[in-house]
């Protein structure tokens, strides 16, 4: 299944949903490129295997084709692998894609011709879908049927067979039509399928080998190559990598059960990022410390205990060895195949699921209640008055936290452990690291992996724990040499988002760039996490998209940390969104209090330009708007002057009507068929879009 550019949001996926039981979210199996066009709009290819239309059908395999890209060779080899093992061809079409003579457009005819091209020798067939299909182009779509075989003289010489099928604006049908409309599709589909069962289809790896071998790619080389080395994934699916990280991974959950019913699986798995958390812990100490009016003989006592702690720390981490899982990641990594290394991250991925998905439920039920809960104190005019419901949720919530942190781990954690092993040197003559003498690995071919991991657009995690520290040095050196490497005369620009816990502001900027920060619910970003994105559309800059953790959580992690957490934002950025759910209220005057105190720290410095995003706004029109920017407007100047400092004076925070953006909810969520369907909104794209 795949579409022109002009189908981008038309919900191809949704559709593959209704007739295939897909999953509705996209999983980038095949990431071929970063698009600023949302997640949904990334160069990519997923792959599902449990679909099965029909009992009398074996299993099948469905290619579910994002995104469109006539310049990236890539893809276009892709599509092409894609086709020679292909018994059916959905491409997604609209009615931009033909004049009105009814002649396709170059991305119609570039993709059909791909389809040909491989296609000479077997039978296979093209579903033509016109998306969003109305009566009134009824006779439109008459003559393209009858121009289509002409205009394509690929068609020919080939045993391709050309379809046609007219799909409506799927969210202004009734859920009775969509079913209707999802049987007559799925009935096509299944006699297409049966008409082509007598032909074996080849396996992947065959259809690769085939589709090398013909004139169209013979001459492809490299990217032949890449495309074989990423396919090889679909067939094999990398069994091992996933029998060998689910057994390390259940006896390290094992392991830590046994040691304590507290202890963390993080520290059972990656004790040198553990200790590192420990030392800038007790580096924090010591700063809090030297900051505090504090009697000499009391003061020494107390420095010197965190020096002894400091000194002891270190001494651990010199002991410190790689657990189980760290060699195995050392392993793949070792491999220099980032397919390998998105298996592994995959993998954990699922490992976990069934682990902290309860949990995550659990947290966004609680918060849920505690919203709903604080909403009917405020209407009571108790919102200021202790309430020992509201206290039992909160500890509720942190009970919780505390479940998670002791099951919670990521890929990003692992590769914290290797640059924490990395930067530790065994000996002083031979300057070999502990990584390379434990796990036969060199540093540098983990900076280089880890170079090309950040390069394809995977977030990593700039600073992590409370306080916020940075791994090592050694994420610093990677980003310098990305820079250096990349930019040459190239800026960067820097993006970043500060909002409120649970206020989506992953998802914002999943949207505005293409990014792919987590955004499963009940999962909060911690931290800080970078996206560096590749422009293709300016020449003299590309992205730096920073998404932070949010402020002023229920689980109170430190006083300082969303001071820490804005200034260290607003230190770095060029622009900075301050996002909030809802409307302007008491917890967005913190924020802003938060933000504007981040701002004075920068008086002397370059300041970022902010801007604002009010999310799931009702009303939306220029009435609306106005209301909401003198009311924003009269809670700054109010801030300002309980701040004691005055914004115009260092020009923090200058607040233009361009500056304000009011978004309506980013999806609906329908239920059809039985299965519930998330859909991002129009009027949201579009927004997105101009905010873009």
Not at 125 to 140: C, E, G, P, Y
Not at 239 to 268: G, M, R
Request: include cysteine; charged fraction near 25%; glycine fraction near 4%.
């Amino acid at each position: 299944s795949c579409g022109t550019s002009s189908t981008s949001a038309m919900g191809k996926t949704d559709l593959l949903s209704l007739l295939f039981g897909m999953s509705s979210e996209p999983q980038d199996a095949w990431l071929m490129e970063r698009s600023p066009g949302g997640p949904c709009h990334n160069l990519s290819i997923d792959f599902a295997f449990e679909g099965v239309l029909d009992p009398t059908l074996d299993t099948f395999v469905v290619a579910d084709v994002h995104g469109f890209s006539i310049k990236n060779s890539t893809f276009k080899i892709g599509l092409k692998v894609l086709a020679s093992g292909a018994t059916i061809t959905f491409i997604h079409v609209t009615s931009k894609n033909f004049t009105d003579r009814g002649e396709p457009d170059d991305e119609v005819k570039e993709i059909v011709k791909g389809c040909c091209d491989v296609l000479k020798d077997r039978k296979s067939r093209l579903m033509i879908l016109w998306r969003d299909f109305t009566q009134q182009q009824a006779a439109r779509f008459a003559v393209v049927q009858q121009k289509m075989p002409q205009a394509l003289t690929c068609l020919k010489n080939s045993n391709v067979m050309l379809g046609y099928f007219q799909v409506p604006d799927l969210r202004s049908l009734r859920e009775r039509r969509v079913s209707t409309l999802a049987k007559e599709l799925t009935s096509a589909t299944v006699e297409i399928l049966a008409c082509g069962r007598r032909e074996t289809l080849p396996r992947m790896a065959t259809a690769i080998e085939m589709a090398a071998k013909r004139r169209s790619l013979s001459t492809c080389g490299d990217e032949t190559v890449a495309v074989n080395s990423i396919f090889r994934r679909v067939d094999s699916n990398f069994e091992s990598i996933s029998s060998t990280l689910h057994d390390i991974l259940n006896t390290a959950k094992d392991e830590a059960n046994a040691a304590s019913p507290s202890k963390a699986l993080f520290e059972v798995l990656f004790p040198a990022a553990s200790l590192d958390s420990r030392l800038a812990a007790l580096e924090e100490r010591g700063q809090r410390l030297t900051r505090q009016e504090v009697l000499e003989d009391d003061f020494k006592h107390k420095i010197s205990e965190i020096e002894s702690q400091l000194r002891q720390t270190e001494k651990e981490k010199l002991r410190c060895r790689p657990s189980h899982l760290v060699k195995y990641f050392s392993i793949v990594v070792a491999s220099e195949d980032l397919a390998e290394v998105q298996e592994f991250d995959r993998q954990l991925c699922i490992w976990k699921s069934p682990l902290c998905s309860p949990l995550f439920e659990e947290r966004t039920k609680l918060h849920r209640q505690l919203e709903e809960k604080l909403m009917k104190l405020r209407d009571e005019g108790k919102g200021t008055e202790p309430n020992t419901e509201v206290e039992d949720i909160h500890a509720a919530i942190k009970r919780n936290s505390k479940d998670l942190e002791r099951i919670e781990i990521s890929t990003d954690d692992v590769w914290s452990e290797l640059m924490s092993l990395s930067g530790k040197i065994m000996s002083s003559k031979s300057r070999i690291s502990l990584l390379e003498k434990e796990c036969g690995i060199k540093p540098a071919v983990v900076h280089a992996v880890f170079q090309q991991w950040v390069l394809s657009g995977n977030p990593v995690q700039l600073l992590r724990g409370y306080p916020l520290y940075m791994s090592s040095d050694f994420l610093s050196a990677v980003l310098r040499r990305i820079q250096q490497q990349q930019h040459g005369s190239r800026k960067l620009f820097v993006v970043s988002v500060i909002g409120m816990q649970s206020s989506a502001k992953s998802s914002l900027l999943n949207y505005l760039f293409g990014c792919d920060f987590a955004t499963r619910t009940g999962d909060c970003t911690k931290g800080l996490y970078a996206s560096y994105i590749k422009t293709q559309d300016f020449e003299d800059f590309d992205l730096l998209v920073l998404d932070s953790e949010g402020l002023m959580s229920v689980e109170g992690t430190c006083s300082d940390f969303g001071k820490q957490m804005t200034l260290m934002v607003m230190a770095c950025s060029h622009i900075v969104i301050i996002n909030q759910k809802g409307q302007i209220d008491t917890q967005f005057c913190e924020l802003l209090q938060v933000a504007l105190s981040g701002c004075e720290s920068l008086r002397f410095l370059s300041k970022p330009d902010v801007i604002f995003v009010l999310r799931d706004q009702v009303n939306l029109d220029d009435d609306a708007h106005k209301s909401q920017f003198a009311e924003l407007n009269q809670t700054l100047i109010e801030l300002k002057d309980k701040l004691r400092f005055q914004i115009k004076e260092y020009n923090i925070m200058d607040l233009s009507t361009n500056a304000l953006h009011l978004f309506p909810s980013a999806c609906i969520v329908q239920e059809r068929n039985g299965r519930k369907l998330k859909q991002p909104t129009k009027e949201f794209s579009d927004m997105v879009l101009q905010l873009r």
